[in-house]
T-cell receptor, first 115, second 114 residues
């Protein structure tokens, strides 16, 4: 049973560019959330997708956008990259928004470096 | 706004010691609490999940307790090993308007030396 799969593993982009990160949830999960983790910090919530809609959003600018597909996989897009966007981006999947006995399952993350 | 704090920020101990990691949260209206382990540069591995109606959960050498009314959780690690070296993160799942959102602490960085 595959867990959460994220791609790519590492990415280097230049300021001002755009990037797309991808996530396939754990089999059976229907909800995908994205988190940004800066070095030495705890993960910060970006947004959550359920039934192909953005259900919640954290304190991130509109440069951060996403999408969920009918097969529950998801993409995170970041436009006009800033140096401060350099971080580990984590995808987490769950059932019914994490409000079950099973909690969240995280992927290995995508390390984004903006130069 | 929910805030999660973890103490201590870092801990370095010899192999074999029993450890207690602390987590506190400001809003007791939580759905559940989850402890994760993170190795350097890697993703999060779930260790234990405690529902808001539960007091504790155990898995092998790990035991997590939850006191929702006081906004505290502890992760107890028995007979620590060098392989336990990692960052341990505590996260709560909120109720109410942000139902399902995880709020994380900054973690406790644990080093167990032989």
């Amino acid at each position: 049973d595959a867990g959460v799969t994220q791609s790519p593993t590492h990415l280097i982009k230049t300021r001002g560019q755009q990037v797309t990160l991808r996530c396939s949830p754990k089999s059976g999960h229907d909800t995908v959330s994205w988190y940004q983790q800066a070095l030495g910090q705890g993960p910060q919530f970006i947004f959550q997708y359920y039934e192909e809609e953005e259900r919640q959003r954290g304190n991130f600018p509109d440069r951060f956008s996403g999408h969920q597909f009918p097969n529950y996989s998801s993409e995170l897009n970041v436009n006009a990259l800033l140096l401060g966007d350099s971080a580990l981006y984590l995808c987490a999947s769950s059932l019914a928004g994490g409000t079950t006995n099973y909690g969240y399952t995280f992927g290995s993350g995508t390390r984004l470096t903006v130069v | 706004k929910q805030e999660v704090t973890q103490i201590p920020a870092a801990l370095s101990v010899p192999e074999g010691e029993n450890l207690v990691l602390n987590c506190s949260f400001t809003d007791s209206a939580i759905y559940n609490l989850q402890w994760f382990r993170q190795d350097p540069g890697k993703g999060l591995t779930s260790l234990l999940l405690i529902q808001s109606s539960q007091r504790e959960q155990t898995s092998g050498r790990l035991n997590a307790s939850l006191d929702k009314s006081s906004g505290r959780s502890t992760l107890y690690i028995a007979a620590s090993q060098p392989g336990d070296s990692a960052t341990y993160l505590c996260a709560v799942v909120a109720r109410g308007s942000t139902l399902g959102r995880l709020y994380f602490g900054r973690g406790t960085q644990l080093t167990v030396w032989p």
